[in-house]
């Protein structure tokens, strides 16, 4: 691959990373309930799931949905029942200071198999396949997945950080409970390429 295809997947995969969606709007929310250290594993399993997830859809799981699109639409289905299922969890988190009996942060395998079931993950991966990587080696897959992986964890830093910090606006628990309601709410939002509305 040339100098300029890998510039341009490297700043595709920033954009893509650093723009509101569902990992970023759950990582906002973690580190405003539970703080950074608590979130680390979540955000780590957001940048290597995803990585994974890119390998494995250039490997070949395109050609799967292309030959099986029954399975396609059942990810789908999925993909909206847990993204609500999340959403209310978000809704229903408990203050930062009951979080540490109460609740708890997503897990590494969590936030890694969270990337199977979100929609703008799909988007991304295919996008970076289709346009970026072809058909070509596995060795330029396991590079491009990995540069997805470098580039997306200072953005999801980013995210958790600007969520800690509003730990300090959001101590009454109304405010909260309104930022939560809200967190929730644009995930739910998030769906919207999803379902085609």
């Known amino acids: 691959m040339t100098f300029e295809t890998v510039t341009a997947l490297a700043v595709f995969a920033f954009v893509s ?62 993909s909206v029942v847990y993204m609500l299922w999340l959403a209310w969890k978000i809704a229903n988190a408990a203050p ?11 897990t590494f395998l969590q936030a890694a198999g969270f990337q199977w079931v979100n929609p703008k993950a799909w988007a991304m991966a295919l996008t970076a396949i289709t346009v970026y990587v072809g058909d070509t080696s596995l060795l330029w897959l396991s590079a491009a997945a990995f540069l997805f992986a470098v580039v997306n964890l200072p953005s999801v830093t980013i995210w958790t950080i600007a969520g800690q910090q509003l730990q300090r606006i959001l101590t009454n628990p109304r405010r909260l409970q309104a930022y939560n309601w809200t967190m929730a709410a644009l995930l739910i939002a998030s769906l919207y390429p999803l379902l085609g509305l």
């Open 96 to 106: 930062v200071s009951k979080a540490e009996t109460v609740g708890s942060p997503m």
């Open 17 to 78: 990373s650093a723009t509101p969606g569902p990992n970023n709007l759950m990582l906002m929310a973690s580190g405003a309930n539970f703080g950074f250290w608590r979130t680390i594993p979540h955000m780590l399993g957001i940048s290597i799931g995803f990585m994974v997830m890119l390998f494995c859809v250039g490997a070949g799981l395109v050609q799967i949905f292309d030959r099986f699109p029954l399975i396609y639409d059942v990810l789908k289905v999925a």
